[in-house]
């Protein structure tokens, strides 16, 4: 099993983590035109290089926008007090051509923070507006980590305590103590460690990648590393200011799922999920598209709708809903808030995957986003279909053009 570790011995932000995972590898082309994709208004530059910090070599990664940085900057590793609300991020995320598994990664980061903002003060999650998390870098540096993590696609996401620091921080709301509140609520329940330097060594953008991807945190690594990663900070501190994260492999037998995965042939990838359903016979039709696109937002894999014939005749339809085991309740909370449904019926599964890639093709109508899977000699290619899309209508051409083009290239 493919496992990715965060070592948060020096706690975690966001440019850091960009850091970490490009030094363990993740394509930087491909993640910059990711990035890419959001369209945001704000003019930045993306400065990626190698340095040093206490002696330990790593990629830093500094986002300089072109609008001077407000006194906040000094205080935080996000930098930039932008007043968005999780509509406008929403709507943001949703009109650009970003891949959806990034969106859907990207959603429930913000959904975290927004659900973490409101109880700390004590409003409806409508009426809040992000200000250090809702600038450009702070939006950049999550949707960036939301491409590494699809990008390494690893099979569990583990992390260490985290340190917090201490002290005292500037942030929209004046001088807070570290952490500051919205670490805490997003933290609730998860090891951490405090005081080890005094200032923030992890803020909220940290935290909430954590709080969205990690499935366990222990300070025991039980596994083979195959890699290391050093994101460095831009702090001098009386330890490394850097995020250490490991790749590695694990053949641990945990709750003994991984006794199928002894059986299970090496040219597949097995994940164990969970399958939700429920059967709909008196709801509007046109609400589906609206409910999957929620289910989507915290954290569905798929989902999919069969005709069933119900009882007395009528015709229904039979929601499934593919899912880690980790949002089993978001996604019931989602199927009966929205939906007419009155029960519901899960059940584990067994997924296999072939190995897969993603790559930059490039076409006559510009470049596209492919992923390619491989079964013994036979390739399979899929092109993001949003990019398709956005080609054909950039060059005025029919989306078979576009789709015919790719083929005719992969076969070159």
């Not at 164990?272 to 359903?277: A, L």
């Amino acid at each position: 099993m493919k496992v990715l570790y965060y070592d948060c011995f020096s706690g975690i932000c966001g440019d850091m983590n960009l850091g970490g995972m490009l030094d363990l590898g993740v394509d930087k082309d491909l993640l910059l035109d990711e990035l890419g994709r959001l369209n945001l208004e704000e003019h930045y530059n993306i400065d990626i290089r190698k340095e040093t910090k206490r002696g330990i070599l790593g990629t830093r990664v500094e986002i300089k926008l072109d609008y001077p940085s407000q006194a906040v900057a000094d205080n935080h590793c996000e930098h930039h007090s932008h007043a968005r609300n999780l509509k406008s991020i929403t709507n943001l995320l949703e009109d650009s051509s970003l891949s959806e598994s990034v969106k859907t990664r990207s959603l429930k980061m913000f959904q975290l923070l927004a659900e973490g903002e409101a109880k700390v003060h004590g409003v409806d999650i409508d009426d809040i507006h992000f200000h250090e998390v809702g600038g450009t870098d702070a939006i950049l540096d999550i949707v960036g980590a939301a491409f590494c993590l699809e990008y390494l696609q690893v099979d569990k996401v583990m992390a260490s305590s985290i340190e917090l620091g201490g002290g005292f921080v500037n942030c929209e709301h004046g001088l807070l103590p570290v952490p500051a509140p919205a670490v805490i609520e997003l933290l609730q329940g998860i090891p951490v460690k405090l005081g080890k330097v005094q200032f923030e060594t992890t803020t909220p953008t940290g935290a909430v990648i954590l709080a969205a991807s990690v499935q366990e945190y222990t300070d025991q690594l039980d596994f083979m590393i195959t890699k290391t990663g050093y994101g460095i900070g831009k702090r001098d501190l009386e330890i490394p200011n850097v995020l250490r994260i490991y790749l590695g492999e694990t053949s641990s037998n945990e709750n003994k799922v991984n006794e199928w995965d002894s059986k299970v042939n090496d040219k597949y990838k097995a994940k164990h999920e969970y399958m939700i359903e429920t059967n709909i016979d008196d709801m509007n039709p046109e609400y589906y598209e609206y409910i999957e696109e929620k289910l989507f937002a915290v954290g569905a894999l798929d989902t999919f709708k069969t005709l069933v014939m119900m009882k007395k005749g009528r015709p229904g339809i039979k929601l499934s809903v593919l899912t880690s085991v980790d949002n089993i309740s978001e996604i019931e909370e989602v199927i009966f808030r929205e939906t007419s449904a009155i029960g519901l019926r899960g059940y584990p599964v067994d997924k296999k995957m072939l190995p897969r890639e993603i790559v930059q093709l490039s076409t006559k109508f510009g470049l596209v986003t492919v992923k390619s899977s491989h079964f013994g000699d036979q390739n399979k290619v899929k092109p993001e279909y949003e990019d398709c899309k956005r080609l054909a209508l950039e060059n005025n051409v029919t989306l078979i053009e576009v789709y015919e083009e790719i083929h005719k290239r992969m076969k070159s």
